[in-house]
């Protein structure tokens, strides 16, 4: 047992900081540290230098194009990258559906797609969730009827993040209503440009248009787009909702977070003190830091494990969105009174207008309101306690 | 960066469960302790000759030269059996401040008797009225000619009543809270002018309240230099803690395990009460809370070896903190979900709720760890 890094991965370390020194743009890097609006062409943007390093998907193996890394260099990248202002990939290509192709696609699937994902060519969206079917997915209705050799779907899928910038969206769909729920459900890929889909916005709490509905009416997909086998879909779907929880954990935006946090706290005034020596701030502070550590090592824990990380990743959803709200919290309450005003068009980069208060109380209202989501997303964290309950504790 | 326990490890945490499943059973630990000897023989000649009393000392003295990582797998197990022996106060605190501190002599002529189960030592520090502030020490040793006096009054010192020697914290110059000028001694037990009042502890441990008036000590055993012991203290109880904190790990992990078996097997309405949600994620918190804690244990005994005092110091009281809040958390929640029999004698669950309870008041609560965690960031504003 040794917590401390190997000099290898003290050197892989620096080997990246430099990368980042080097290569990550100035204007992204504000974008990302002023918390402004995040931007399609920024994350492409990234994407595309990662790429040209061969850096574009740090957790797959190198047979797809991916780097290889083992699971603390992917860790240590990951942190290096969030503590350096680079904006998060794009989770839903390269961490949901990759490795669903990788895993259950044929070989012609993985060629076809998988580039386009490393490249970030390909905007990929999540077709999970539906009105009916939140926390209880299975029951979902999306329909896909085989008709020669395609599909005909027809339904609604919402909640889906950053739909309106998708090339594709993978879906879970109704292929039989025999027998239980989970049994008639199949994994498709559909291209967002098939006629038929229509892609309607959903203005989140905080006025930014982040999520989409989008409906289906008789739009036809290639049966070559089906991955698996058809009505085997919850499988797949449930080791994608695995890789998701760990990645949900988001230590190294959160230890990037805390180092804002902090240096705000030591910034900001508290009538004729620094905030940092407000007892009842400072102690929350600290405790919030502690609980960052726990999760930090306890993310090593469970990902250096050999036996993997199973079900015990629900822990790390939990603890990973609780901790994350709570910075979010407290970065708001940092501001105090400064962060009421709500001024939308203060989230773009080259925003030269009035402000109320510093630039670090601008948005954190809005974020504050915005990371609520955290706890519900990705199967909501009462979910996470029952998969706990039941595949951990077998009550 | 890794967490796996090394092969001998994994066999001395195997042969440890064992011990606590099979000889160390709810009715010999129940015998052990309303004997009120606050140790049994025969299990501390077995620990001895496992070599768990002498785990962490150098091979020179009898020792295997282990490190707080080994004190952590022993005390884990300590924790699922509550184990009640002196193993913390002897081994870990005295034992690790001799080995830390001592000289030469005070080395090779103490050390193997710990690690042979003949000698028992407990560490006199603690003051009435200090609270959990190490430095805060009272008690006074004057020079008297070749030899020291000392004199003042220690209180909850972890078995001391049954220890053959004590380490006695006093102070040689200075004011009352200046970490500078304390020193520490080894006086023997029976030495004139002792007083000590040995009382049973709530979860089957032993203390003692001690009263030392003008006791005579000689300059040899004096341990370190005069009025520089402040920080051989603080690393004892930094060991302490990071032992505490393994300990509770085990204790936590046996609270869920007896109330998940009860949760599965209590009918009420007709159905096993944890087939209900909120018993459900009650239980998953507990979990949760335990799993934290251990990664933080971890910590703790990674870094309790530690000289960098500031790192280490960080880490055992972040541990110390998150340990003690789960302890409390999943103590209480554990007697909640045993309903009525969470709150009889004859439960192991109320026994578990009664270590964890006292662990978080020992060498600091939550709220203590939390504050030195929190003026911990007020210093690097500086």
Known sequence: MDLNYTPEQEAFRAEVRQFLDDNLPDDIRERVQKRLRPDKAMTERWQKILFDKGWGASTWPEEFGGTGWDPIQQIIFEEECALAGAPRQLDFGLRMVAPVIMTFGNDVQKQRFLPGILSGEDWWCQGYSEPGAGSDLASLRTSAKREGDHYVVNGQKTWTTLGQHADWIFCLVRTSTEGKPQQGISFLLIDMNTPGIEVRPIIMLDGEHEINEVYFDNVKVPAENLIGEENQGWTYAKFLLGHERTGLANVGQWKAMMKRLKEVAYQEQDGQRPLIENTRFRDRLAQLDAELRALELTVLRVLTDKRGPGPQASILKIRGTEIGQQLFEMLMEAGGQDAIAHIPEALELDYNGPRAGSIDATPSAGDYFNMRKLSIFGGSNEIQRNIIAQLVLGL | ?382
């Open chain 2, 1 to 382: 960066m890794n967490f796996d326990l090394t092969e001998e490890q994994q066999m001395l945490n195997d042969s440890l469960r064992r011990f606590v499943t099979n000889e160390y059973g709810f009715e010999k630990r129940g015998e052990i302790i309303s004997s009120g000897a606050g140790i049994d023989k025969a299990t501390w000649a077995n620990f001895a000759e496992m070599g768990l009393l002498g785990f962490t000392f150098p091979e020179d003295y009898d020792g295997l030269g282990g490190n707080a990582i080994d004190t952590m797998v022993v005390m884990e197990n300590f924790g699922r059996g509550l184990v009640v022996e002196p193993y913390l106060a002897t081994v870990v605190l005295a034992g690790g401040l001799i080995r830390d501190a001592g000289n030469e002599a005070q080395k090779a002529d103490i050390l193997p008797g710990i690690a042979s189960g003949e000698r028992l030592l407990a560490l006199a520090h603690n003051e009435p009225g200090a609270r959990y502030n190490l430095s805060q020490v009272k008690t006074t040793a004057c020079k008297d000619g070749a030899d020291f006096l000392i004199s003042g009054q220690k209180t909850a010192v972890l078995h001391g009543g049954q220890a053959n020697q004590l380490i006695v914290s006093a102070r040689t110059s200075g004011n009352v809270n200046d970490e500078s000028g304390l020193s520490l001694f080894l006086v023997d037990r029976n030495a004139k002018g002792i007083t000590v009042d040995d009382f049973a502890t709530h979860d089957g441990h032993r203390t003692a309240e001690i009263s030392l008036s003008n006791v005579t000590v000689s300059a040899d055993n004096l341990i370190g230099t005069v009025d520089e012991a402040f920080p051989a203290i603080e690393k004892a109880v930094d060991l302490g803690i990071a032992a505490l904190c393994a300990e509770a790990v085990g204790a936590m992990e046996a609270m869920n395990a007896a109330t998940l078996e009860y949760i599965k097997t209590r009918k009420q309405f007709g159905t096993p009460i944890g087939k209900f949600q909120v018993l459900q994620h009650r239980m998953a918190d507990m979990f949760i809370q335990t799993e934290q804690a251990k990664t933080m244990a971890i910590l703790a005994a990674s870094e309790a070896d530690s000289d960098d005092r500031a790192r280490r110091r960080e880490a055992i009281s972040m541990a110390k903190t998150l340990v003690g809040q789960a302890a409390r958390y999943v103590g209480q929640q554990g007697v909640q979900l045993h309903g009525g029999m969470g709150v009889t004698d004859e439960m192991f669950a109320a026994h578990l709720f009664k270590r964890l309870t006292l662990i978080n008041l020992l060498f600091g609560d939550a709220d203590h760890h939390l504050a030195q965690v929190s003026d911990g960031l007020l210093a690097k504003t500086a």
